[in-house]
């Protein structure tokens, strides 16, 4: 990684400077609304859609409470449903790395749909690749 994009990473991890530059609650939420949206659509995600409940509503408010978190802002996740702990959280759904490359896929759309400076995307995209892999439970 060049020294410059290492600087542009240390400063993305200082404070809430990731909550800040990706909208707060709001630009957060529409991310999370846009990622849903497009696991909806898209035809390599159908089978990880098919492991959520049909009503969406609160798997949408649960990611994007989860990602403020993520992104160094308030930890709205913990304050509604208590702490967080991702394998435990995903053990009973089947994920291998198809259903985690479907995830990060329709992150990666929803990434592109967001006002962000194309590296905080890469960033974010980068980084959410720990929690997807986490929760990979099948070889």
Known sequence: ????????????????NQFRIAGGVEGIQ?????????????????HILGL???DLTESREKL?????GYMNGPD????KYGPLQLAPAHAHIPI???????????M?????????????KDFLLQRLAIPAE????QP
């Open 96 to 106: 291998g790395t198809d259903e985690k490359e479907a995830w990060l896929l329709c």
């Open 76 to 79: 709205l996740y913990k304050e």
């Open 1 to 16: 990684m060049s020294d410059n994009l290492e600087k542009l990473h240390e400063h993305y991890r200082e404070g809430d």
């Open 134 to 137: 986490r929760c990979r439970n």
């Open 64 to 68: 994007g409470r989860f990602l403020c």
């Open 108 to 120: 990666e759309k929803a990434l592109e749909q967001q006002p962000y400076p194309q590296a905080f």
């Open 52 to 54: 959520h409940p049909g």
């Open 30 to 46: 529409k991310l999370a609304n846009d990622f849903y949206d497009q696991m909806e659509t898209l035809p390599e995600a159908k």
